[in-house]
């Protein structure tokens, strides 16, 4: 078997805001409260974003980029690569099962 090394692609999903944001707003000295106003958010909605339960879109997106910075790409990027692990993750599973 001939393995790219040089590409990684987990096959796990992982939320691409979590860890990310939380480390960020660490760096800042900002509170999940602060980022919770800054984003104009619930706080309801910003837990639901960190444990990757909202998908990040367009303009969240730049509102991430405005608030922690990363740019709008950097969070898309991040969000369509959760998706795709998610999905295989997800496929995979349905496979496992099926041949049970």
């Known amino acids: 078997m001939t393995e790219n090394l040089d590409r990684f ?55 991430l980029d405005r608030v922690l910075g990363g740019n709008a790409e950097f969070w898309l990027s991040r969000e369509a690569n959760y998706r795709k692990a998610k999905t295989r993750s997800e496929e995979s599973q349905n496979s496992r099962n099926k041949s049970v």
């Not at 796990?12 to 000295?29: A, F, Q």
């Not at 800054?38 to 909605?45: G, I, L, R, V």
């Open 9 to 63: 692609e987990p096959r796990w999903p992982y939320p691409p805001s979590g860890d990310t944001i939380l480390d960020i707003l660490e760096e800042k000295n900002l509170t999940l409260e602060e980022f919770t106003h800054h984003m104009s958010y619930t706080a309801k909605q910003v837990n639901r974003l960190i444990r990757g339960e909202t998908a990040i879109t367009g303009n969240t997106a730049l509102l």
